[in-house]
């Protein structure tokens, strides 16, 4: 496994069960359990060697601080080299446009297109 990649945490025997594919993280606590004995292939667990250093905690992929939009008058507030804008979902087509027009002009990156 790469140092630098995470792997998945994925719960306890779900491959065998359609409902848990999506379901987050759950500490297995079953007697016999292989993953709670941490035996060789069977799965990752969380341990706090994972977490990411403090400087990247929080960040998009990008290396950029998110920010949430909802109107034009927002986008003035942000800085383009540190941050990247996300639009919220509750804003409608036009309002959408309007900042996507304004977003180009200033050369502000958008994460949701």
């Known amino acids: 496994m790469n140092p630098r990649k995470k792997p998945k945490f994925l719960r306890q025997n779900w491959q065998a069960l359609k409902t848990l594919r999506h379901i987050k993280w759950r500490r297995p606590r079953g007697m016999h359990s ?33 920010v949430l939009i909802s109107n034009v008058k927002e986008l003035q507030k942000i800085d383009a080299k540190k941050e990247a804008v996300k639009i919220r979902s ?24």
């Open 34 to 66: 292989k993953l709670r004995r941490k035996e060789k292939g069977k799965g990752f667990s969380p341990k706090p060697g994972y977490r990411a250093p403090v400087a990247l905690r929080g960040l998009h992929p990008s290396g950029l601080k998110e």
């Open 90 to 113: 509750a804003v409608g087509r036009k309002k959408r446009v309007e900042i996507l027009k304004k977003a180009e002009e200033m050369k502000i990156r958008l994460l949701n297109r």
